[in-house]
């Protein structure tokens, strides 16, 4: 079946330090998405990639969809204490499979 | 406009117990489903419908049944509890599916099996 494979599982940086998850999946994908997690809470819907190659920005944070549809990766610029959270990747081929997502900590 | 709610927020149950996590949505979305995050393991399917009347099996459904009778409802049977099901379960549905849109989630309900 679909693995979605997503690296690294955590990541702590001080507070002004860039960060990036890495999600990988076996096969070819119709559709990712990215979610966020606040410690203690429920995943929060952050972006939706669909075109091969495509990058998308929402303020400080970078989303981009491989050429081949097969992985994808969220940057952080300049990580604020705001951004704690666990981040998963979901790839879609009719069902969403989620990565095990990364945890990110800020040091403030 | 609640979005999807799910009860109990907490439960505690003896090994061998039954009992239903509710979830309800009102934004008439057609796709509904559960999922249980465990430490270290992301979030894993458990069961999943594509509309009212139909449900099919996620990653992980052994131990749990589901039913889909209206839109709105998606409820979550454990028949006999057993610690390995402790965990935290959430619900989610969108607009189409299931891979197509995006998942909105309830707040979720932690179980403890002891």
């Known amino acids: 079946g679909q693995q979605v494979m997503q690296i690294p599982q955590y990541q702590h940086v001080q507070e002004g330090e860039d960060f990036t998850t890495y999600c990988n999946s076996s096969?070819?994908?119709?559709?990712i998405q990215w979610y966020k997690q606040r410690p203690g809470g429920h995943p929060v819907f952050l972006i939706q990639l669909v075109k091969s190659g495509e990058v998308k920005k929402q303020k400080r944070l970078t989303f981009q969809f491989g050429e081949a549809k097969k992985n994808s990766s969220l940057h952080i610029t300049a990580t604020q204490t705001t951004d704690v959270g666990t981040y998963f990747c979901g790839g879609s081929n009719y069902k969403l499979t989620f990565g095990k997502g990364t945890l990110l900590t800020v040091n403030p | 406009n609640a979005g999807v709610t799910q009860t109990p927020k907490f439960q505690v149950l003896k090994t061998g117990q039954s009992m239903t996590l509710q979830c309800a949505q009102d934004?008439?979305?057609?796709?509904m489903s559960w999922y249980r995050q465990d430490p270290g393991m992301g979030l894993r399917l458990i069961h999943y419908?594509?509309?009212?009347?139909?449900?099919d099996q996620g990653e992980v459904p052994n131990g749990y049944n589901v039913s889909r009778s209206t839109t709105e409802d998606f409820p979550l049977r454990l028949l006999s509890a057993a610690p390995s099901q402790t965990s935290v379960y959430f619900c989610a549905s969108s607009s189409r599916g299931p891979g197509a849109n995006v998942l909105t989630f309830g707040a979720g309900s932690r179980l403890t099996v002891l």
């Open positions: 096969t070819t994908l119709s559709n």
């Open positions: 934004m008439n979305h057609e796709y």
């Open positions: 419908s594509v509309g009212a009347g139909i449900t």
